[in-house]
């Protein structure tokens, strides 16, 4: 009789959580749905001693929705810290084990406690091994928890084993997109030399792909966009180019309205299913680095043109679905034409444009934490145009600041080319305003022969800075040796804009040494490409020598 009691009150009690759990459900899905009395549900659930498995769900189902609909942070973690603890001692169950050590770890990084997230996540990948899909999800998410602490040898590591297990386990769409993380990261590093070699290899890997075509094109597009950034990082305007058309081309067929959904890109195989961003968002990127190269060429129209296309696929894609990424790809653009603007002579613009970046960074702390010194520097342009020399110097020491302490912080030298761009415009301030000590201190930093730089155009800058102190000393065969130094490499790499601005401090030597004729030679192209650019200050620098010959 006790037995069949017994028998009957487990029975009954399944009944019970059981009901309450479709009720649960029935809330959820409802229209509207009801969060309120689905919580209140899925708590009930406890009271009835459910299996340990329907506990364990049972306690992300309520983390999850108290993480999404409420502000209870503190009940939503406690219940995935229940759910990851007793999923972990039943045998299988990955999907509730795996998910709630994932969204637990993305809740303590969302609350700046990285360091309660990391050995959550080491844990799972160390029990994961025998499910492919999760296995490399946390690695992943391992990964991206200490590229964003600026630990990138780890975070490379963790990827360089992604790639040997994805390969093992033969996952080879994953293998590759591990592969070109993993290059993205020692490209954000300037590991200039490593980042060759497995670029080739990957590559090598899309030329070959045997897979599905629209998966080959995916990587395809992730590929060039890093082999476009390799190029743009080393100043290399010209030898890009090939590289950057392959891109447009690319990101031409997966816009097209037959190319299929990421789900059902990723759908060959549970180790496959992943994207490294929507294709929504590398249409935005392509317009970036297309702005990116622009800029560094010389082609400020373009610039405009593509920033302005980039802008309203922005403000598209954010009623849809505000994700961070899209307010750094906004903020990396306005960077881009607010120079653009100061090149043009459109300061007004420039200024209100400065305005909005700092509003963007005021939205969002972390844009502010990591782009203080773009803003400083472009404050220090936006002075230099305007001739306010002192405000000039304040905001290019400002961000030099805050780059050397990021330096002594982080070890790294991600931002070195920022670094010597802010100091070879403190060099030129220094010389305007004829502070020759001050110069001659940063010397060091700034001689081309001897600069920490991976960039072309950084030390052809660092030549033209040279040229022009001579210059202002009236050592004129010495700046001619600089300016055609600077020259040679402006022109090996379609840099115009230094190619301008060399011409036409070459003609003003020559007028200053009395040879009218070798003056004009020089001041006329440079007027023409000035010209083409536009680059207003160049334009008036020429003409003022001109009507000196």
Sequence with gaps: ??????????????????SLLGLAENFRTSSPPNFKLCIQCLQAVFNFKPPQRVEARTHLQLGNILLTHTKNIDLARNHLEKAWLLSQSINGFDDVKFEAASVLAELHEQQKNPNAAKPILRKAIEISQNSVYWHCRLIFQLSQIHASERDYELASSLLGVGVDYAHISQANYTRVLFLLSKCMLLLIDKKFQEVNQLLAQAGHLVDTWGGSQHQKEYLKVFFLVLQVCHYLLAGQVKSVKPWLKQLQQSIQIIMQPSWPSDEVLTATSPGDMFIWMPKEHLYVLVYLVTVM???????????????????????????VDNKPILSVFHLMLLEHIIMCRLVMGNKCLALQEISQACALCKSHPRLLLTHRPQIHTLLGLYAMSMNCMEAAEAQFLAALRELSQRFQIFQTSSERELWNFANLNLAIVYLRAKREPEFTALLERIDPETITSNSHSIRAAAYYVQGLQSFFQARYNEAKRFLRETLKMANAEDLNRLTSCSLVLLGHIFLSLGNSRESMNMVTPAMQLASKIPDVHVQLWASAILKGN
């Design 293 to 319: 190269h622009s800029m560094q060429g010389g082609y400020m129209d373009k610039a405009q043109k593509y920033t302005d296309k980039a802008f309203t696929q922005i403000e598209k894609l954010k009623i």
């Design 1 to 18: 009789m006790n037995g069949q009691r017994n028998v009957k009150m487990a029975s009954s009690q399944d009944a019970w959580y059981l």
